[in-house]
């Protein structure tokens, strides 16, 4: 009786290539899955601007002499640190071909929002009770809440980033008052200063 053979030899190592490439596009899947749902168009060179931005307002803050002109200096501060943010985001954002007010950009801005508000509405309480040494630990930790709130949605460096902002606004918080300025210039300089080049680094801009 003959021996019958396969008109073509499955090769041994086959099942390990089968396997290999489905590793390899089950991993594509994720990473992309992971891509569309997350808010990657926070502008790491932004932050380093406004970074820069603050650590000049609080040099100018420390120079004030009344409480309403140490308001103003951050305040000042504040709205153009904002229109920078947005700004370079839009830019980001454009340039990636992402929707800003959609998916996860809306859920990021919807998770920023309630925090930054409460810190609007607790600056005119404290400021009004004369309580404006809290401020700079209240302004810290709020930011830090809606850094990590909205950071869920975006790179996992952004919530790594509220974090730091909350321990360094608690810590603002239960220091003298005078470090209140030093602590705004380490929170919202260097922080986003560091944060904001890591950000540019692994994620283009």
């Given at each position: ?77 504040a709205v153009l640190a904002a ?94 008052a005078g470090w209140g300025d ?24």
């Amino acid at each position: 009786m003959a021996n019958v053979h396969p008109i073509r030899p499955v090769p041994q190592d086959e099942p390990l290539e089968l396997h290999a490439r489905a590793m390899d596009n089950l991993r594509f899947i994720r990473e992309t899955m992971e891509r569309a749902g997350s808010f990657t168009a926070v502008s790491g060179w932004g932050l380093v601007v406004i970074g820069a931005l603050a650590m000049g307002a609080g040099w100018l803050a420390s120079t004030t002499r009344s409480a309403n002109g140490w308001l103003g200096v951050w305040m000042g501060a504040a709205v153009l640190a904002a229109a920078l943010g947005v700004g370079s985001t839009v830019v980001k954002a454009r340039g990636a071909h992402m929707p800003l007010l959609s998916g996860p950009g809306r859920k990021f801005v919807l998770a920023l929002a309630p925090p930054l508000a409460a810190g609007a509405v607790l600056t005119g309480v404290l400021f009004q009770a004369g309580m404006t040494a809290a401020l700079p630990g209240t302004w810290l930790l709020l930011f830090g809440v809606g850094i990590v709130t909205g950071g869920a949605f975006s790179t996992r460096v952004v919530p790594v980033m509220g974090l730091s902002f909350m321990l360094l606004g608690t810590a603002a918080l239960f220091a003298p008052a005078g470090w209140g300025d030093a602590f705004m210039a380490a929170g919202f300089g260097g922080l986003h200063v560091v944060f904001g080049t890591l950000i540019a680094r692994r994620h283009g801009g």
